[in-house]
Every structure is written in C-alpha cells, then in structure tokens.
Nanobody
Framework: QVQLVESGGGLVQAGGSLRLSCAAS????????MGWYRQAPGKQRELVAA???????NYADAVKGRFTASRDNAKNMLYLQMNSLKPEDTAVYYC?????????WGQGTQVTVSS
C-alpha cells in the first residue's frame, strides 16, 4: 500500500524558516508529478509548489522567492524549504504525488507562523 507521510511542521516566528519533508513508501513503480499544497482555516486548499518528473518546480506567486521545492527521486522524497515565513503562510501543508498512475495525499503537517 502506497502512502505519503509529511514531517517538519511546527511553530515559528515571522521571518523564520522551516523545512518540510514528504516520504513516499510502499509498492512504488513510478512517481510522476509531486507537489505541496496548503489549506488555511476557512480557505480552499491551494497549490504551493509542483515539481514534474525531471522538470523544474513551479511556485505560487505568494511564495516565489521564499520557498524552494526539491525532490530526491532515488529516495522517493519531496522537500519544501520555507524561508522568510509570514503569518499568512500559516496552514496545514499537504504532500501530493502521482504514484503508479494514482493520486495520493499525505495526512498534512501544521505550519504556524506567529507575528
């Protein structure tokens, strides 16, 4: 059974940094697109960054220049380095991946940025 597990969330002051990780495990034959999404209270889930297989990351305008997404295909890992965090970055962050032709989500990790 394939699963995605995020880690690295927490509480940080504005201007600080966090690094999120997402580990894909199980019977994996192929991983295509991978990405990070977030959902703040009362808001819809939104794309933060997406990395196609063998391609460059794409970022939401709100995080460009502050967040860096990367993936390690050998380890089936996805990362999100978040710098210069703002209170409006507070949300549950979810990992998403297209694995073996199916779409999977992680359980989410909370990121809280205090002002």
């Amino acid at each position: 059974q394939v699963q995605l597990v995020e880690s690295g969330g927490g509480l940080v002051q504005a201007g600080g940094s966090l690094r999120l990780s997402c580990a894909a495990s199980g019977n994996i034959f192929s991983i295509k697109n991978m990405g990070w999404y977030r959902q703040a209270p009362g808001k819809q889930r939104e794309l933060v960054a997406a990395i196609p297989s063998g391609g460059n990351p794409n970022y939401a305008d709100a995080v460009k220049g502050r967040f860096t997404a990367s993936r390690d295909n050998a380890k089936n890992m996805l990362y999100l380095q978040m710098n210069s965090l703002k209170p409006e970055d507070t949300a549950v962050y979810y990992c998403n991946a297209r694995i073996n032709g199916y779409n999977y989500w992680g359980q989410g990790t909370q990121v809280t940025v205090s002002s």
